[in-house]
């Protein structure tokens, strides 16, 4: 049963580009979570998806970030015009059931965005 | 909101002896509590959790308890390997919330 898949693991963008990140959640699950972590910092939770349906987006900056996870396909964390600031590793998690604060949430590798 | 603290930032100990980490949250309404471990530069992984409605957890070396009436629960690792190394993860949630992360402990096992 493969885990929970995200790619590209190393990501490098100019300022002002887009980033793509990309999250399979494990076989079964159908709940998706995304995560910032930056150096020496623990994890900041972004986004909270279903299929189809974004649960809670209360982590996730208003202006540059959306997320979505289709009915077909991997769900896709997007920064659009990238800044400095925006470095960082971003984790997505999923989970079997529904209930985020009480549900086992199980780790990608993560993606390393780095932001020249 | 939930807010989870977590003591102490750093911890070092010598192989063999056993290491605690403590944490303590705000929303009492809070009753899931998982631990994370995370290498450097790799994913965190669930080594261990526990629900509101026990007060102690074990497995082999790892331990977890938890008091709810004081808000706090803490991480048990005894006879500590090198292996044992890495930064640890506290969280807490509960039906109405997300989980919230505690901001971790590096934990540096010296052989």
């Known amino acids: 049963n493969a885990g929970v898949m995200q790619n590209p693991r190393h990501l490098v963008r100019r300022r002002g580009q887009e980033a793509r990140l990309r999250c399979s959640p494990m076989k079964g699950h159908s709940h998706v979570y995304w995560y910032r972590q930056l150096p020496e910092e623990g994890l900041k939770f972004m986004v909270y998806?279903?299929?189809?349906?974004?649960?809670?987006e209360s982590g996730m900056p208003k202006e540059r970030f959306s997320a979505e996870f289709p009915k077909e396909g991997p769900s896709i964390l997007r920064i659009q015009q990238v800044v400095r600031g925006d470095s960082a590793a971003y984790f997505c998690a999923s989970s079997p059931r529904g209930a985020p604060g009480l549900d086992t949430q199980y780790f990608g590798p993560g993606t390393r965005l780095t932001v020249l | 909101g939930e807010n989870v603290e977590q003591h102490p930032s750093t911890l070092s100990v010598q192989e063999g002896d056993s290491a605690v980490i403590k944490c303590t949250y705000s929303?009492?309404?809070?009753?899931?509590f998982p631990w994370y471990k995370q290498e450097l530069g790799k994913r965190p992984q669930l080594i261990i959790d526990i629900r509101s409605n026990v007060g102690e957890k074990k497995d082999q070396r790892i331990a977890v308890t938890l008091n709810k009436t004081a808000k706090h629960f803490s991480l048990h690792i005894t006879e500590t390997q090198p292996e044992d190394s890495a930064v640890y993860f506290c969280a807490g949630g509960g039906s109405q919330g997300n989980l919230i992360f505690g901001k971790g402990t590096k934990l540096s096992v010296k052989p």
């Open positions: 929303d009492s309404a809070s009753n899931y």
């Open positions: 998806l279903q299929k189809e349906n974004i649960i809670d």
